[in-house]
């Protein structure tokens, strides 16, 4: 009777120590693919589009953008577009609470929204490219070395744009401490309302038919750090 007990004691420890080596390469091969998983979400894929973006690793705002990878006029690439106005298909005539949440559509006219753009810009330094066509084809840009704007409750004010150089003319540093401004809600220094936000149209005008809006963390052609892709 005790050959009889042993014999499955030794069968029942040898299921247990089967078990345990599948729960091992079970446990194991789930790990790889984890490690699999975060390697192809870390790799900066090198094509324009719209990708998931964490600004701030301490928090849990994360958000679509649309991602440039274009060099643009000699200052690198991995842009993030925060407005994009190219025919006319969105309106641009919007209220508050739709300038701070962004609209339109992120692969093509659209803008990101000044909370998203806010939260980008306060993790570091970012340069801000302005590019303009006409309808001649003809192209004109301004770039500006620090970029800079205030939260909800400071207006959005313009803080920085810092040293301009580029071929479409100084349009934006003498507005610098101007808070945001919608039709809604006039936040100017004008004695009258001027519904055209600070930054927003570049004196838009009607010789101009194409503008984009864009930014990235300064002197870094591949962002790197906090700004998670």
């Not at 390697?39 to 090198?46: H, L, P, T, W």
């Not at 301009?164 to 401004?181: H, L």
Request: hydrophobic letters at 35%; one cysteine or more; glycine letters at 8%.
């Amino acid at each position: 009777m005790d050959n009889k007990i042993q014999v499955v004691y030794n069968r029942i420890d040898e299921s247990f120590k089967k078990l345990s080596e599948q729960l091992q390469n079970i446990t194991t091969s789930t790990a790889q693919r984890f490690t699999e998983l975060e390697q192809k979400q870390g790799r900066r894929s090198e094509n324009s589009g719209v990708y998931i973006m964490q600004p701030d690793a301490s928090n849990n705002l994360t958000f679509e953008v649309s991602r440039d990878w274009t060099n643009n006029h000699g200052f690198g690439d991995n842009w993030i577009v925060f407005q994009r106005r190219l025919d006319g298909s969105v309106n641009f005539f919007r209220n508050w609470t739709e300038y701070k949440q962004g609209f339109g559509d992120l692969r093509g006219e659209h803008w990101l929204g000044l909370e998203k753009l806010h939260a980008i810009l306060k993790t570091r330094r970012h340069e801000l490219l302005i590019v303009l066509e006409d309808f001649d084809g003809v192209i004109a840009y301004a770039h500006y070395d620090n970029f800079q704007i205030g939260n909800e409750s400071e207006k959005y004010v313009l803080k920085s744009v810092g040293r301009y150089s580029g071929t479409a003319g100084d349009s934006i540093a003498y507005q610098r401490d101007e808070e945001f401004s919608t039709y809604d809600q006039d936040n100017d220094k004008a004695p009258f309302h001027c519904a055209l936000s600070y930054f927003l149209f570049v004196r838009w005008s009607k010789s101009v038919e194409a503008a984009v809006m864009i930014t990235k963390t300064k002197g870094l052609a591949h962002d790197g750090g906090d700004d998670d892709w």
